[in-house]
C-alpha cells in the first residue's frame, strides 16, 4: 500500500483518536491512560491500518503515539 503523507495521517490520526476515545466513553485527560495499542489494533479492525504508513524521522507509530498522547491529554507520559 502506498504511503500517505504525514500531514493526512496526523489528521486522520487525531480525527480517530477522537472517534475511539468515544466509543469507549474515555474523557480527555483520564487519570488512567488509555491505551495506545488497544487504538492501533482498532485502528487494524477497522481497515485504518494504512494511515501509519508515513515516514517519520522517529518512526510512524511513535509520532502517532505522540498525536494520540496530545489529543487525549495525556502528553505527561512523554
Known amino acids: 500500500m502506498a504511503e500517505i503523507t504525514q500531514a493526512d495521517a496526523e ?5 480517530l483518536c477522537k472517534v475511539w476515545a468515544d466509543e469507549r466513553g474515555i474523557p480527555h ?7 495506545f495499542l488497544a487504538f492501533s ?8 491500518s494504512h ?3 508515513f515516514r ?3 518512526g ?6 505522540m498525536w494520540f498522547d ?6 505527561w507520559r512523554q
Open 56 to 58: 517519520a524521522t522517529i
Open 11 to 15: 489528521a486522520h490520526i487525531r480525527r
Open 70 to 75: 496530545q489529543e487525549l491529554g495525556q502528553m
Open 51 to 53: 494511515v501509519f504508513s
Open 41 to 48: 489494533q482498532w485502528m487494524d479492525e477497522k481497515g485504518y
Open 60 to 65: 510512524a507509530k511513535q509520532m502517532a503515539e
Open 29 to 35: 485527560a483520564a487519570t488512567n491512560p488509555p491505551s
